[in-house]
């Protein structure tokens, strides 16, 4: 069983920055590709950034400059520094990973979500 738990979402003013954080545990062979994903309300939910195998890197166009996704290997957990907050950014951050378990099952795994809110 794979579980992701994630962290780090909070009320910031504009301009301000938030780190999440997303950590996989249980029995993995292998993450193939962590994440975030995002919905506000009355909109779809939307890729925000992706980290893959080799650290190669894929960020939103709205977030681009802003934000930056990282992952620590050796502790399964990705992380998505925010900086300058925009009101615009305010949703329900949704973490996800591609995993291999150890018993040879590749799936998509999400986490419980986190708010985001960026306010004054």
């Known amino acids: 069983q794979v579980q992701l738990v994630e962290s780090g979402g909070g009320l910031v003013q504009p301009g301000g920055s938030l780190r999440l954080s997303c950590a996989a545990s249980?029995?993995?062979?292998?993450?193939?590709?962590m994440g975030w994903y995002r919905q506000a309300p009355g909109k779809q939910r939307e890729l925000v950034a992706t980290?893959?195998?080799?650290?190669?890197?894929v960020y939103a166009d709205s977030v681009k400059g802003r934000f930056t996704i990282s992952r620590d290997n050796a502790k399964n957990t990705a992380y998505l520094q925010m900086n300058s907050l925009k009101p615009e950014d305010t949703a329900v951050y949704y973490c996800?990973?591609?995993?291999?378990?150890?018993?040879?099952?590749?799936?998509?795994?999400w986490g419980q979500g986190t708010q985001v809110t960026v306010s004054s």
């Open positions: 249980g029995s993995i062979f292998n993450i193939n590709a």
């Open positions: 996800y990973a591609d995993i291999l378990g150890d018993e040879g099952f590749r799936g998509d795994y």
């Open positions: 980290i893959k195998s080799g650290s190669r890197t």
